[in-house]
């Protein structure tokens, strides 16, 4: 069945408050949203990005002058050939590179694709993807944004965390690197208001280095954490790998690790305990189970990075056929949930904490492409 039309609509989500982490501040969510219709009308939609701070003009560009030329006249189904065309070696996308924004680019159609396959076989990708491993998938809430250019105060933060805890998610994520005697503040508090039995997750985002984090170890130790994510800069494997060995806290990573041969790297070297591919990164959805099983054979467990809209669907039928899930990083409280519910309702939402993917054809979403429309950037329409 020939794929006769590829669209990339720009989308950017204007934040009511600006919002921030270790690495900066942002005041809208911007994605890309793939359309692809094949030769009999079915479609299927897929997501690129997420891109906070701007460039979604790139990743159009990727799409519209490169990866769509590509793939126009193919056969839909030909999910790996087509991954392999647009992003294997010495194919005509070599010059866009093979690591970085072309593998997000390509996971928007290779998402794109899954969708069109399992609603021509009127079949949920999860079905496709091996059939159900669990009925259900624990999310934990993730957020604890710094407002206005300024991290939340403790106080700030025990409030956000008792929210989760009231709508029944059994662990929550805090974003940390705004100094170590902050840090330890918040999560001093977040502990306090959760009680011993919730999991705590901290997000560093690359803003330790090594010594910051042996430091601290024994303190963020004494917190039961479920797990430190990103503590140093994530393409220092020998730092990562030394100190994955050195503390008690479980080290994750992986929503800045691109395909399934940085991964490779990564687990070769043990520089985490759990990986964290997102899907419209690390190369969609057959790339992260290729990746997902790989970590398998290390033992390692599969806690995607999720902060996506049409990705969001895509990662927990992944999760939902994948033996070695851990659990599904579910965000409330920035731009993506927002957008996500105003492109397609309420889908995919947490009920008690859990997540699971439904037995509809494809994704299981219906985009109101109004929405496209109206959330389209000035100057792209
Ligand atoms: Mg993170």
Not at 93 to 104: E, F, P, T
């Amino acid at each position: 069945m020939k794929i006769t039309d590829v669209r990339a609509f720009p989308v950017a989500f204007p934040l009511d408050t600006p919002a921030q982490d270790a690495t900066g501040v942002w005041d809208s969510w911007n994605t890309i949203i793939v359309k692809i219709t094949a030769e009999d009308g079915t479609f299927g939609y897929g997501e690129i990005g997420p891109i906070h701070g701007g460039g979604i003009a790139i990743f159009k560009a990727m799409v519209d002058d490169k990866l769509a030329g590509m793939v126009l006249g193919e056969d839909a189904f030909d999910r790996e050939r087509l991954y392999e065309k647009m992003l294997g070696r010495g194919t005509s996308s070599y010059a866009l590179g093979q690591k970085g924004a072309i593998v997000s680019a390509v996971a928007g159609i290779d998402i794109a694709l899954w969708d069109l396959a399992g609603k021509s076989l009127e079949t949920p990708v999860y079905q496709l993807l091996g059939g159900r491993v669990h009925e259900k998938i624990p999310a934990y809430a993730s957020g604890f944004f710094g407002k206005s250019g300024r991290p939340l105060t403790p106080g700030e933060c025990a409030d956000e965390a008792k929210g989760y805890a009231d709508e029944g998610f059994k662990g929550v994520k805090m974003k940390v690197g705004f100094g170590h005697r902050q840090d330890l503040l918040n999560l001093e508090a977040v502990r306090n208001a959760l009680g011993p039995d919730l999991g705590i997750m901290v997000d560093a985002n690359q803003s330790y280095s090594y010594h910051d984090v042996m430091k601290i170890a024994d303190d963020l130790a004494a917190f039961d954490l479920t797990f430190l994510e990103e503590p140093l800069p994530i393409n220092d494997l020998d730092a990562m790998a030394a100190l994955t060995s050195a503390v008690k806290v479980p080290i994750a990573a992986g929503e800045n690790y691109y395909t399934r041969f940085e991964f490779r790297d990564v687990l070769v070297k043990r520089a985490v305990n759990i990986v964290q591919p997102d899907i419209i990164h690390a190369g969609g959805i057959a790339e992260t189970k290729k990746i997902a099983a790989m970590a398998s054979a290390w033992n390692v467990p599969l806690a995607p990075h999720i902060h996506a809209t049409v990705g969001v669907a895509a990662s927990i039928h992944l999760l939902a056929s994948t033996p070695n899930t851990l659990a599904a990083e579910y965000i409330t409280s920035g731009g993506s949930y927002k957008l996500r519910q105003a492109l397609y309702g309420q889908a995919f939402m947490a009920d008690d904490g859990w997540v699971s993917a439904p037995d509809e054809p494809g994704l299981g979403i219906h985009i109101n492409e109004d929405a496209l429309e109206r959330f389209c950037p000035a100057g792209m329409k």
